[in-house]
């Protein structure tokens, strides 16, 4: 798990940055010289300034309403005006068509996110510092929201507003309208075509701020927190989360993303993204599911309302998901952690109960499964070390509002495969079709493929008791009963704690428990060993250390015939 500090809260933050150098108003001769600047206003008496502002840097700029101008401030080629709104100190700002604040704009803060159904009735209420975790609750637990948080949540919005200003330090330059948008410190934007009711959060030391929108950027109704968005995004009710880059004209509504998914070219609508959603091409749809750590192919297609009632139908493909290019899924439906999805799969599938799998998409849009193929994959233990390896959140000083366990084995992938072992040999004693296949939950098996994945999901078990016991013996069971657990938007708990959660009504104290299990993760998950697993497994704790060689051994073989295989493609292809 990895070690996560929480140092400051975003009005914590804000309080760091105290208002503009004591200000006055302007002299007749400071106005006068303002004026043969190019610069206007119906009403001086209201344009405020630091002592230390230079008026020589403020040219052909329109004032409207209450202004207040900070020290070192360059403001140049405003024609639209600046309206109502707070300039502090070292501010740049050059070439904007225009900046307002409306009284009592939010700048974002409190926007609905109409995630995975689209209808509204699975909603994230956005504001800086929301964490994965929390976003998971809302949309997946919409009754926690609606009827325990919704009493107290406009008090804790009100706690994270976003002030009507220009940050320090923060650069604005050759952009259109910006319209109740909060520039947070030393945030740069550059570019963009229009911004609408927005937050653009910085919370990184001074050199290394991640906040950044560029050229092109159509936003409206979002908060990008410590992220990126860049060359021709258009952005509808999304929240950007730390690290996050969306770029090449992605486009997107009513969808989340969170610390460090990438989004390029294609289109997300309606979407949870989890840590490390990657999706990089043209023609990818993104559509109604959460998703997480996942690798979208190129033209990824998902459906969700099959022209009936609307787009009430959601997915979710669990952690570590990969689809091929062309793949389409119809939903809903539930993908297993860490497998890979192929062709075309119109039967509504749910596999979670078979982790690690690759799901064929047949002629006539049914799912083939051959559970348990993923664990051989050399890319599998690759994408474990790569991923802490791509955090771009770190070394930048900023509170990491997303707590992420890295592991591929763990305890909730570890308990699915248990209960797959289960199911497995119950349905090896039904009978075959004609066809040769095994029929489970609208999907099909071949009797070799179930056999096969007994074996490897057994080595993958001792893999994980390798990784996490060593040479130890196993934890003495208490008396409590093992539960099963959850991925909670990339954060592993057990799922009593989630119950506990859940019975919160202070988001305050959610995140509060949901620190203590990050920081407990390992004492939790020995509980959990020493309770999940009986006498069999005690019986063979001889057997781990052969059965955890056995395993690797088989990721060095699928290694192997890889660069084999891009051996004879090279050679294929010299000259």
């Known amino acids: 798990m990895t070690q996560i500090n929480y140092p400051a809260s975003p009005e914590?933050?804000?309080?760091?940055?105290?208002?503009?150098?004591?200000?006055?108003?302007?002299?007749?001769?400071?106005?006068?010289?303002?004026?043969?600047?190019?610069?206007?206003?119906?009403?001086?008496?209201?344009?405020?300034?630091?002592?230390?502002?230079?008026?020589?840097?403020?040219?052909?700029?329109?004032?409207?309403?209450?202004?207040?101008i900070g020290a070192d401030v360059v403001i140049r080629n405003v024609p639209g005006g600046i309206s109502n709104c707070r300039i502090r100190d070292g501010?740049?700002?050059?070439?904007?068509?225009?900046?307002?604040?409306?009284?009592?704009?939010?700048?974002?803060?409190?926007?609905?996110?109409?995630?995975?159904?689209?209808t509204g009735s699975r909603p994230i209420v956005a504001y800086p510092g929301i964490s994965s975790q929390i976003a998971t609750l809302m949309t997946r637990v919409p009754s926690w929201i609606e009827h325990d948080i919704s009493p107290y949540l406009q008090d804790f919005l009100d706690s994270k507003a976003s002030p009507h200003e220009i940050g320090e330090g923060a650069i604005v330059r050759d952009?259109?309208?910006?319209?109740?948008?909060?520039?947070?410190?030393?945030?740069?934007?550059?570019?963009?075509?229009?911004?609408?009711?927005?937050?653009?959060?910085?919370?990184?030391?001074?050199?290394?701020?991640?906040?950044?929108?560029?050229?092109?950027?159509?936003?409206?109704?979002?908060?990008?927190?410590d992220g990126k968005i860049d060359s021709g995004c258009i952005i509808r009710n999304c929240y950007v989360g730390q690290g996050v880059e969306l770029e090449k004209g992605f486009t997107a509504h009513d969808s989340a993303f969170f610390a460090n998914c990438s989004f390029e070219n294609g289109e997300a609508c309606a979407v949870l993204a989890g840590p490390y959603s990657v999706s990089m091409h043209k023609a990818s749809l993104i559509i109604g599911c959460q998703i997480s750590f996942m690798n979208a192919g190129s033209a990824t297609?998902?459906?969700?309302?099959?022209?009936?009632?609307?787009?009430?139908?959601?997915?979710?493909?669990?952690?570590?998901?990969?689809?091929?290019?062309?793949?389409?899924?119809?939903?809903?439906?539930?993908?297993?952690?860490?497998?890979?999805v192929m062709g075309q799969h119109k039967t509504h599938p749910d596999s979670s109960a078979f982790p690690f799998s690759y799901l064929f998409g047949d002629e006539r849009g049914a799912t083939v499964v051959v559970p348990a193929a993923m664990l051989r994959s050399c890319g599998l233990m690759r994408d474990e070390q790569k991923w802490p390896n791509r955090d771009r959140r770190l070394k930048r000083k900023l509170p990491l509002h997303d707590r992420i366990n890295f592991n591929v084995l763990?305890?909730?992938?570890?308990?699915?495969?248990?209960?797959?072992?289960?199911?497995?040999?119950?349905?090896?004693?039904?009978?075959?079709?004609?066809?040769?296949?095994?029929?489970?939950?609208?999907?099909?098996?071949?009797?070799?493929?179930?056999?096969?994945?007994?074996?490897?999901?057994?080595?993958a078990i001792y893999k994980y008791f390798s990784l996490t016991l060593g040479d130890k013996p196993f934890p003495p069971a208490s008396d409590k009963k093992a539960g099963s657990w959850v991925d909670l938007g990339g954060q592993i708990i057990p799922r009593s704690l989630l119950e506990e959660i859940l019975a919160k009504d202070d988001i305050n104290e959610a995140e509060e428990?949901?620190?203590?299990?990050?920081?407990?993760?390992?004492?939790?998950?020995?509980?959990?060993?020493?309770?999940?697993?009986?006498?069999?497994?005690h019986s063979h704790h001889?057997?781990?250390?052969?059965?955890?060689?056995?395993?690797?051994?088989?990721?060095?073989?699928?290694?192997?015939?890889?660069?084999?295989?891009?051996?004879?493609?090279t050679r294929m292809l010299n000259l």
């Not at 740049?92 to 109409?114: H, L, M, S």
């Not at 620190?515 to 697993?533: C, K, P, S, T, V």
């Not at 699928?558 to 493609?569: L, S």
């Open 91 to 118: 501010v740049k700002i050059e070439n904007v068509a225009r900046i307002e604040f409306q009284q009592e704009a939010p700048c974002g803060v409190g926007i609905t996110i109409a995630t995975l159904d689209e």
């Open 542 to 569: 001889q057997d781990i250390p052969s059965g955890a060689r056995q395993f690797d051994e088989l990721v060095a073989e699928d290694r192997q015939e890889y660069i084999d295989a891009i051996a004879r493609e």
């Open 175 to 225: 952009c259109g309208v910006l319209l109740n948008v909060s520039v947070w410190p030393r945030v740069r934007i550059e570019g963009a075509r229009s911004l609408v009711n927005g937050s653009v959060v910085n919370n990184a030391a001074p050199g290394r701020e991640l906040a950044y929108i560029g050229s092109g950027v159509d936003a409206k109704n979002f908060i990008l927190e």
């Open 410 to 459: 763990n305890p909730f992938t570890v308990d699915s495969m248990l209960s797959a072992i289960d199911t497995i040999s119950e349905l090896l004693n039904e009978p075959v079709f004609d066809d040769l296949y095994i029929r489970h939950k609208g999907m099909k098996f071949t009797r070799a493929a179930l056999e096969r994945a007994k074996y490897l999901y057994t080595l």
């Open 12 to 68: 914590e933050i804000l309080s760091e940055n105290p208002p503009c150098a004591t200000t006055r108003k302007l002299k007749w001769w400071e106005i006068d010289s303002l004026e043969r600047q190019g610069c206007s206003c119906p009403d001086w008496s209201l344009i405020s300034i630091a002592d230390d502002a230079c008026l020589k840097q403020i040219r052909n700029v329109h004032f409207e309403g209450k202004v207040e």
């Open 301 to 340: 297609n998902e459906s969700n309302h099959m022209y009936k009632l609307g787009p009430v139908h959601w997915g979710v493909l669990e952690r570590g998901v990969k689809t091929s290019s062309g793949a389409y899924i119809m939903l809903g439906a539930k993908i297993g952690a860490f497998s890979l």
């Open 513 to 537: 428990l949901l620190n203590e299990a990050a920081a407990n993760y390992d004492e939790l998950q020995m509980e959990w060993i020493g309770n999940r697993f009986g006498d069999w497994w």
